[in-house]
Nanobody, 125 residues
Framework: QVQLVEPGGGLVQAGGSLRLSCVAS????????MGWFRQAPGKEREFVAV????????EYAGAVKGRFTISGDSAKNTVYLQMNSLKPEDTAVYYC??????????????????WGQGTQVTVSS
């Protein structure tokens, strides 16, 4: 029904910046919110940021608040994650996700409706 494509990712030095994108094939009730989780080796997938298409609502994990900014372009069905002041601990595979419901900081990843293929972000010290 919905495909999420994640161009971007890459290698950056600590303190640098990187911008991720996520393009949805279409928007439905089940893609009312879009955002990212990330997963480092040996760790659980953790919430990063989320945005709601209908409104200005955004939410961030405490570990990235003040450094990352999520935004959206409804005409392009695309959300962006601008990552600044990157740290080595930000190194992970970043997965775009979409769902009808919010509260992503408390929801389990397998509860969300759609997932992208993931993109590797590596931050060198």
């Amino acid at each position: 029904q919905v495909q999420l494509v994640e161009p971007g990712g890459g290698l950056v030095q600590a303190g640098g910046s990187l911008r991720l994108s996520c393009v949805a094939s279409r928007r439905t009730f089940n893609t009312a919110l879009m955002g990212w989780f990330r997963q480092a080796p040996g760790k659980e997938r953790e919430f990063v940021a989320v945005i709601r298409w209908n409104g200005a609502y955004t939410e961030y994990a405490g570990a990235v608040k003040g450094r990352f900014t999520i935004s959206g372009d409804s005409a392009k069905n695309t959300v962006y994650l601008q990552m600044n002041s990157l740290k080595p601990e930000d190194t992970a595979v970043y997965y775009c996700a979409a769902d009808r419901w919010g509260d992503w900081g408390r929801r389990k990843p397998d509860e969300l409706a759609y997932w992208g293929q993931g993109t590797q972000v590596t931050v060198s010290s």
